[in-house]
Structure formats: C-alpha cells, structure tokens
C-alpha cells in the first residue's frame, strides 16, 4: 500500500445521504486518482488531479464530487445523487507527467461503501 | 478511450506449474502496461510493468511480454506457489490514465 492510506475501511450510509471518503499520502505525488471497483469487474476511473486545485472527471463522474485543495490529499464525496454506490473505493497516486516514472500508480487499501 | 480486455477470467493451476494471462489493447498510441495483483479485500499491487519500447521483462518468477504490432502484452508467472493466488489485472496506459481489464481469479491447487 506505500504511504497512501484511505478511511475509513468500512463505510455504511443510508439512501439519501452524502459521505465523504479520505485519501491521503506522503509519497509527495503530484497526481491522485479515485477508481471504484465492482465485484467481478475491473477498475473504473472517477476522477483525476495532476496538481493541486485541479481536478478532471473520469470515466464514472456522475454522482461524485472532489477537491484537491492539498497535495497530500484527495477526498471523495459520494452523493445521494449516485444511484448506485455500493462499492469497493480505491485511491491511487503517481508522479506528476513530466516525470520519468510518471504513470505507475500505487493504490492505497481502500473503502468498502455500502448503502443500507 | 483505451478498451482492454483479458482472458482468461479465472485459471486454476497445480503447484510448480506456470500461469499465463493474456491482454489486449485499442489505441496504439498506449505506451505504458502495468500489472497488479490484489489479494482478497485489499487495494492492488504492482507487481512488474513494462513500457512501450521494451519488449519484454522479467523479475524473478514473473514476466511481462509485449507485442506492439499485436497490440497484446501477457505475464508470465513460473513455479507458481500457493501465495500467488490472487486477482490480476492488467491496465494500458493512455495520457496518464489507466484503462483496466476485468481482471484474472489464480487459483494455485497445492
């Protein structure tokens, strides 16, 4: 997991609610990213930063939200708008793209999000 | 965007024997390919990647190749032990966005 670290690792939220997942790390990437996996299937991107107070969405933005106001960290807020939540989370950073290393991507231990 | 897809979904193999899995890309212009392995309920691994101008990579037991004209790349794992039983997924990486496959379920039978 190297030094990036999501919480909680379990998350449980009723219908109609908004929760908000953390994603830090010390590995002093400039770039973070959000997946979300569902069983049986691959990744799924979110939403992006490649720098701070930048962010792009992803493949599955619908429903979700982010803010990069710091380096270190990357919270994702799952709205009530996202029909259908219940997933695994994962969070991930590289190197920033002008770097020699720049797309290998390190994953932290991510948060299981289930909707009651 | 990038399509990758991956076969087989599951491979169960006999201990000491070797496990291949098989991924294939869209756009040519992918230029990175890791590999993760994720044990159950717990985020991926990389355990070897590769990039577009090497052909082939090896660490150890695992290997990647990678065929550029094919537009597929595949590892590699030899002597296979009961640890390496897990998911793996393959990604393409296309402007600094990973593009996954659906992964692969190794079984290693003791």
């Known amino acids: 997991d190297g030094g990036i670290t999501q919480s909680p690792k379990y998350l449980f939220r009723k219908e109609g609610q908004n929760v908000t997942l953390s994603c830090e790390q010390n590995l002093n990437h400039d770039a973070m990213y959000w ?11 979110i939403y992006y930063s490649q720098i701070v107070n930048d962010f792009q969405k992803g493949d599955i933005a619908e429903g979700y939200s982010v803010s990069r106001e710091k380096k270190e960290s990357f919270p994702l807020t799952v709205t009530s708008a996202q029909k259908n939540p219940t997933a695994f989370y994962l969070c991930a950073s590289s190197l920033f793209a002008d770097s020699g290393n720049t797309d ?4 932290g231990p991510g948060t299981r999000l289930t909707v009651l | 965007g990038e399509n990758v897809e ?4 599951t491979l169960s193999v006999q201990e000491g024997d070797s496990a291949v899995i098989k991924c294939t890309y869209s756009d040519s212009a992918s ?6 392995k994720q044990e159950l309920g717990k985020g991926p691994q990389l355990i070897i990647d590769i990039r577009s ?3 082939e990579k090896k660490d ?3 290997a990647v190749t990678l065929n550029k004209t094919a537009k597929h790349f595949s590892l590699h794992i030899t002597e296979t032990q009961p640890e390496d039983s897990a998911v793996y997924f393959c990604a393409a990486s296309l402007n600094y966005k990973l593009s996954f496959g659906a992964g692969t379920t190794v079984t290693v039978r003791a």
């Open chain 2, 31 to 36: 230029n990175y390919f890791p590999w993760y």
């Open chain 1, 104 to 107: 290998t991507q390190y994953f």
């Open chain 1, 35 to 45: 997946y979300r996996q569902d069983p049986g299937q691959g990744l799924r991107l």
């Open chain 2, 60 to 62: 150890q037991r695992i």
């Open chain 2, 6 to 9: 991956q076969h087989p979904s």
């Open chain 2, 53 to 55: 101008n090497v052909g």
